[in-house]
């Protein structure tokens, strides 16, 4: 799927929301959804995410870094969290802004430029905002249309994910496909397993829609995206599953980045 998304806006109001949600959290709060985090675990994770991919755009690396390390300037009191992250937004936006986002640079996915880590980043922010809202009881929004291209952007750089996922090496089959297919507007995901790995469908879509698949799973773009993180189980009454549970099972144990 293409977009037309402003990547770097949405990093923006992505920040702005989960710190609105954090500022007048208890920092000891735990987060369910990333075992063992605290509400301070989970700030800490996503400012620190932000500062490291704004470092890597401002060196325009053409070849995987050496390091990673980065001066994080962390706060001394766990209160001071929320502005932190505000302040790693504005960096990243500043960045955003002096960089093109078009030019070549090295990724560890598909897209070999710039653009590619902002991207990354919005979704990175995306779901660590939704982690937060879950740990206070509260029910998470989504655009539609962000979440569609989440979905994209997940499942085309999940194959490269080995690095630092070894569990999606198992992601092989023989001949097997999952469907993921969005039910509140256009939206259809075909993933082929094949004995040498996996990914989507070459011929796109359009091409794929009437192609049956082994299993397929049918939710709204904003849950299939938060199904896809392991923030649903797919036994959620949110989805119509049809199909070979064990291999949906398979890509549950094995797909997680």
Known sequence: MTTTLDHP?????ETARFVAVVRTADPSTPVPTCPGWTMTDL?????SVQ????VLLRQRLQEPPRSREVDLRLPELPEGYPDWLAEAAA???AEFAAADLDAPMWAWGADQHARFWVRRMLFETLVHRVDAELALGLHPEIDPVLAADGVSEFLV???FAAVFAPNTALLRGADRSIRFTRTDGDGDWLVRLRPDGFGLDPQGADASADVSADVTVRGTAADLLLFLYGR???AA?????????ELLAHWVANSAF
């Open 51 to 54: 500062r490291w991919f704004t």
């Open 91 to 93: 960096q990243a936006g």
């Open 9 to 13: 806006a949405g990093v923006a109001a």
């Open 237 to 245: 009454d949110r989805f119509e599953v049809a199909g070979d549970d």
């Open 157 to 159: 750089n999940l194959p």
């Open 232 to 234: 649903l189980d797919r």
């Open 43 to 47: 700030v800490r994770h996503a400012g």
